[in-house]
């Protein structure tokens, strides 16, 4: 039989192995550090949990596989220069944005994008790092070493934070989960909520830019499409061409979750609406350690990555899905985590439809 290599062994290599073990597939994370020589077939076929690798033994043996499955499109998406350039070119709205080259100026930043400008390193950026505001009323001037290696954005005065999760399979079809509400503290993902009534009006417009991105990559598996909603409007953050964070909330919420309907999808499986359970809620695990009495509360999935805590590190996640708003108020009610969770709870609970 076939073996499906997922380049990374991370967390969600390790959910996606998960996913695939009930369909009978054997899914291989494998570590990008590893020396080990890869006994790979040439009917296998090769995914990835993270959309950049330094070039090592391992990542080479699995990028050089011919049935590595949206092999070009990584590097597309992994650099914001090329990914802007992509949502340009298809005319998908995003921040206004201009490429910092070794001659740009903060005065031209300040000029063309407003008084806060957002720089990203274009590569290697994550969970709000390699992120640099420049200020105009501090008078901030763009470092020399980012010049050449950044994008600058416009600051955009979000309503609130959404994703988007899509899988599109080998033929082309298409299905998405409800969109997903995001709080982000310090630019990590503390929680998500999903579905929420109020956002379904988006549903369509999200769904049609997202279709319209995976068509033009011929994109095979899941992608997820996070987004800034201003008023009635969705501008893109932020694509990732892989399983993603506010997608967790599918392991309890639906029918079938974004792990599987990825390995689904890059194996050619067949494809299926996934049917949302119930009202879910997602907590991220950021540099808290393992508490077993989470196991008390009810409706709770508790995922520990066996990672070693470290401030800000994302070591785990609950996940909560119940039809009754009472159980998921009672259970944000019993969870008892040090700041910033009150206000990760907070948020929570406010979003919570009632009764
Ligand atoms: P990113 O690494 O691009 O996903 O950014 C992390 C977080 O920083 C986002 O989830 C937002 O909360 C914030 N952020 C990113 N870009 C902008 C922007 N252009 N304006 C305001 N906030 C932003």
């Given at each position: 039989m076939s073996v499906l290599w997922v380049l990374g062994a991370g967390q969600l290599g390790a959910m996606l192995k998960q996913a695939g073990t009930p369909l009978g597939l054997d899914v291989r994370p494998v570590d990008i550090e590893s020396t080990e020589t890869l006994n790979l077939s040439p009917t296998d076929i090769v995914t990835a949990e993270r959309e950049e690798w330094p070039e090592t033994v391992a990542t080479k043996q699995l990028a050089t596989h011919s049935n590595f499955v949206n092999l070009a499109t990584f590097p597309q998406l992994a650099d914001r220069l090329t990914q802007k350039q992509w949502l340009d070119r298809l005319d998908l709205a995003t921040a206004p944005w201009f490429p910092v080259e070794s001659d740009s100026t903060a005065a031209f930043a300040y000029e063309t994008l407003g008084e806060r400008v957002l720089m990203k390193q274009r590569r290697g950026g994550y969970d709000g790092k390699g992120q640099y505001w420049l200020k105009q009323s501090d008078a901030t001037e763009i470092p020399e070493d980012w010049k050449g290696r950044a994008i600058a954005e416009q600051a955009i005065n979000f309503d609130e934070e959404v994703s988007l999760v899509g899988v599109r399979g080998k033929d082309g079809e298409t299905h998405f989960y409800p969109l997903t509400l995001n709080l982000h503290i310090n630019g990590i993902l503390y929680a998500s909520i999903s579905p929420l009534e109020r956002l379904k009006p988006l549903q369509d417009k999200a769904e049609a830019m997202l279709s319209k991105l995976m068509g033009a990559l011929d994109y095979v598996g899941v992608m997820a499409m996070e987004c800034f909603r201003v008023g009635d409007d969705l501008l893109i953050n932020e694509l990732a061409p892989r399983v993603h964070n506010s997608g967790h909330w599918t392991q309890a919420g639906s029918s079938v979750c974004q792990f599987e309907n990825h390995v689904r999808a890059v194996t050619g499986l067949p494809l299926a609406p996934a049917e949302v359970k119930n009202q879910s809620m997602m907590v991220n695990?950021?540099?808290?350690?393992?508490?077993?009495?989470?196991?008390?509360?009810?409706?709770?999935?508790?995922?520990?990555?066996?990672?070693?805590?470290?401030?800000?590190?994302?070591?785990?996640?609950?996940?909560?899905?119940?039809?009754?708003?009472?159980?998921?108020?009672?259970?944000?009610?019993?969870?008892?985590?040090?700041a910033p969770y009150p206000e990760a709870l907070t948020w929570l609970s406010e979003n919570l439809p009632q009764k």
């Open positions: 695990l950021i540099g808290v350690d393992l508490d077993y009495q989470w196991l008390n509360i009810k409706d709770l999935e508790l995922y520990w990555y066996k990672k070693e805590v470290r401030p800000g590190r994302k070591v785990g996640h609950l996940n909560f899905c119940s039809g009754d708003p009472e159980v998921l108020q009672a259970a944000l009610n019993q969870l008892n985590m040090p």
